[in-house]
């Protein structure tokens, strides 16, 4: 199992960034898919989630309405929307899948919201 996440980046407070994460070694589309992040100093947390067929979602509070997962089953991969950031988004953000009672995470893709 492989899960790549791309898109990181520095942006500005209001600015938008997509990230992606492709995922390869297992049946992609059987599989819910997540995306989590962790600040400096905090413990890592669930920002968003999409069933298998991304038929639904689920978000973390802090982030309803300014972000948004969707997924490319052709594709093998699932990506986060994210729009309006505010400073506190700030974090690396880490792709997720959980496989046969195994959690498997990529590297992280470290997104800097800072004027």
């Known amino acids: 199992v492989q899960l790549v996440e791309s898109g990181g980046g520095l942006v500005q407070p209001g600015g938008s960034l997509r990230l992606s994460c492709a995922a390869s070694?297992?049946?992609?589309?059987?599989?819910?898919m997540s995306w989590y992040r962790q600040a400096p100093g905090k413990e890592r947390e669930l920002v968003a989630v999409?069933?298998?067929?991304?038929?639904?979602?689920n978000y973390a509070e802090s982030v309803k309405g300014r972000f948004t997962i969707s997924r490319d089953n052709a594709k093998n991969t699932v990506y986060l929307q994210m729009n309006s950031l505010k400073p506190e988004d700030t974090a690396v953000y880490y792709c997720?899948?959980?496989?046969?009672?195994?959690?498997?995470w990529g590297q992280g893709t470290q997104v800097t919201v800072s004027s």
């Open positions: 070694g297992f049946t992609f589309s059987r599989y819910v």
């Open positions: 997720n899948a959980r496989i046969s009672m195994r959690t498997y």
């Open positions: 999409i069933t298998s067929a991304g038929g639904s979602t």
